[in-house]
């Protein structure tokens, strides 16, 4: 059942899972949907239960807590798990299968080069390479580490979730048209989730993970965040809130944080993967007519460059 009166319903029939891609838009547009009152965003917003794939380092074999995956959504209306690193996860399609058989999945793509540099650039300033003990110090050492790649490769990966699902449960969406015409972006989306419309506030700033808002942080800020972990939830999650609506995130305050590094994407980035991206692309292509000629023109000039 999707649409109507969830209040008698303590879950609903239907799931929607944002299963990918990192670095592809995927945080503004979760909060966005978040907006929509038959939406109901898990908290936090990846939860990184189901798959084994948790976060761009962690990786687990154990089977998911779905007591503890439930105990992340506390409002009413369709459940909205938006940990992206699901589709890359080779056990996650089964997983959902057998436990969300009615799920839907909503898969923002980037041009594959690109998203993987901005993956790479994101995790030297957050350091989790150096704190997991991987050399990410250049792009082509990270490329080389399937916890980066990984997530680029559509083709094999949609090959694996069309196993268990039949393509209609997608909805396919090139993460630059969530800039250039967002409204016809959550229309689709409302319509594959069969709700109603709704009047969303599109502030293009608001909760995007972009490279600006990217700093590492300081001493004085692990500090803080060590301190604010000890406060009871009850307490902490008005705070939270309040700071979420406003979208503020007190460490990125200078005392707390400091300038993080920038790289510039370049030709020599597409030479290292480019050609083995092209392949999964096309494959992706063949798997659901989704149109990915404008990503390959764009690798290949960048290549011969």
Known sequence: MVGGNYESLPMPEVDIFLIGVPKAGTTWLSYVLDQHNEINLSDPKEPNIVASHRGTFVRSNEEPDWSKFESNFNGQGLKLDASVHTFACPSAPTRIRNHLPNAKFILCLREPVSRSFSHWNMVLNTKEATSNGADWSTFEKAWKDSRLSDDSMYGSSM?????????????????????????????????????????????????????????????LGKLTRTIFSLIPSIIKLPIVKMLQRRDFNIYNLPILSKRGITHKLGNIHYNTCGEELIKELVEFEELTNFNVNVWCEEINRRMQN
Do not use: C, Q
């Not at 699902?165 to 015409?181: A, Q, W």
């Not at 959550?186 to 490279?211: C, V």
């Open 159 to 219: 090959k694996r979730w069309l196993k268990e699902f039949n393509l209609d449960r997608f909805v396919i969406i090139d993460s630059g048209r969530l800039k250039t015409e967002p409204v016809a972006v959550l229309r689709e989306i409302e319509t594959f989730l069969e709700i109603k419309n709704h009047d969303y506030n599109l502030e293009e700033s608001r909760h995007s993970n972009s490279a600006s808002s990217r700093r590492p942080i300081t001493s």
